[in-house]
């Protein structure tokens, strides 16, 4: 990479794309990048944290633009390694949800992606941390938690997928109780936003804004079979955050304690902490990306 000034990381298992279709981008990618002053190289991953270990290299090299290709799981990846350096990500969106794409306006064509990371210009945005882990979009307890765990083990990815996956999930879910800044609560599921939604424009945080230096906290508490039509409508037509079941408050920080070890994800992917207790807390203008 010694002499490369934009570098490509792609990872083979994201989405349902084949590896040909991928290999057709990194070509038009390598292709586009030079016409814009670049010169370009792109990496496979091979393993999970890879992204990180290219990203924190290509920063130490002076790189000042890195472009993913991939799901929310690659971009926390990569990101994770560019927080508070000059080096601007770029999000070529092909995954399972694309949270932090789509609510950034990421064009969700491959091709147009890539020329938008290719020309477009940094912004700042906030990032989030729970505990030690670093995440752009969104994290939770709760039910979010439980279906990004049972998707994880799913052989297939995709939207499909993630669709049979939370309706078998709910059926089987148990909601919980929660000690949040020293009060408890019973909850269906607990999201921290940065972004808006989870992904395919599911919008947990209609209002949240990524450069606001504030963290939305989504309290979803039990509620009746006979409301999940309407809970659903409101989801995709960015209205929850108006049903009564829903309540959404602003914040730097919070503390969530469980009767067990939490289980979390941090944007989509599942993550069991060793302790009952999770600081979540927001980074302001921590990250440059591409819009």
Not at 234 to 244: A, P, Q
Request: charged share 15%.
């Amino acid at each position: 990479m010694a002499s490369t000034t934009l570098l490509a990381i792609v990872n083979p298992l994201s989405g349902t794309a084949s590896l040909a279709q991928k290999q057709q981008w990194i070509d038009f990618l390598l292709k586009k990048a030079p016409e814009a002053g670049f010169q370009p190289e792109a990496v496979f991953t091979k393993h999970p944290g890879h992204a990180t270990e290219l990203s924190a290299d290509a920063v130490r090299q002076g790189i000042r633009r890195i472009i993913v290709i991939g799901g929310d799981g690659t971009m926390n990846e990569t990101a994770r390694a560019l927080l508070h350096t000059q080096t601007a990500l770029g999000i070529v969106p092909v995954g399972s949800g694309n949270g932090l794409a789509r609510h950034l306006g990421v064009p969700l064509n491959p091709r147009k992606a890539i020329e938008s990371a290719i020309n477009g210009r940094p912004v700042v945005i906030d990032s989030g941390r729970i505990n030690e882990h670093a995440f752009f979009c969104t994290t939770g307890i709760g039910f979010d938690a439980y279906v990004a765990h049972e998707f994880v083990r799913q052989p297939v990815r995709g939207l499909p997928t993630y669709i049979r996956t939370t309706y078998r999930a709910f059926w089987s879910y148990e909601p919980a109780s929660y000690e949040i800044d020293g009060k408890t609560h019973t909850l269906f599921s607990l999201t921290v936003a940065n972004a808006g939604q989870f992904g395919n424009n599911a919008w947990i945080a209609p209002k949240a804004n990524v450069a606001d230096g504030l963290l939305d906290v989504c309290l979803l508490k039990p509620f009746p079979r006979s409301a999940v039509g309407a809970l659903a409508w409101r989801l995709f037509n960015k209205t929850l955050d108006e049903s009564g079941y829903l309540t959404v408050r602003p914040t730097r920080s919070v503390t969530v304690k469980g009767a067990d070890s939490l289980l979390i994800h941090v944007d989509g992917e599942p993550v069991q902490l060793a302790t009952n207790t999770a600081t979540v807390q927001v980074v302001p203008s921590s990250l440059l990306v591409i819009r």
